[in-house]
Nanobody
Framework: QVQLVESGGGLVQPGGSLRLSCAAS????????MRWYRQAPGKEREFVAV???????NYADSVKGRFTLSRDNAKNTVFLQMNSLKPEDTALYYC?????WGQGTQVTVSS
């Protein structure tokens, strides 16, 4: 049973930080290319960040310089460190590996 489980979301004030986690279980490894997406209410799901199997990272322009991906292969977990959060970062955040998706973790940025 392949499963991706996101965690770490919550309510934070503008300018604050959160660290999202995506833990993989089953027959998949986070050493493969993994992506984060987000979906705000009433909007399409959008790409946020990717880490490739080779360790290269790429980010959406809207989060570049504020978000950072990292990976703990021993824990089979990928992390998304989010700093300088803005209200427009409010969304449900999902991780994706091949055809698998997590259930999402809610991030709300509000004063």
């Amino acid at each position: 049973q392949v499963q991706l489980v996101e965690s770490g979301g919550g309510l934070v004030q503008p300018g604050g930080s959160l660290r999202l986690s995506c833990a993989a279980s089953g027959s998949i490894r986070v050493t493969a290319t993994m992506r984060w997406y987000r979906q705000a209410p009433g909007k399409e799901r959008e790409f946020v960040a990717v880490v490739t199997s080779g360790g290269s990272t790429n980010y959406a322009d809207s989060v570049k310089g504020r978000f950072t991906l990292s990976r703990d292969n021993a824990k089979n977990t990928v992390f998304l460190q989010m700093n300088s959060l803005k209200p427009e970062d409010t969304a449900l955040y999902y991780c994706n590996l091949f055809q698998y998706w997590g259930q999402g973790t809610q991030v709300t940025v509000s004063s």
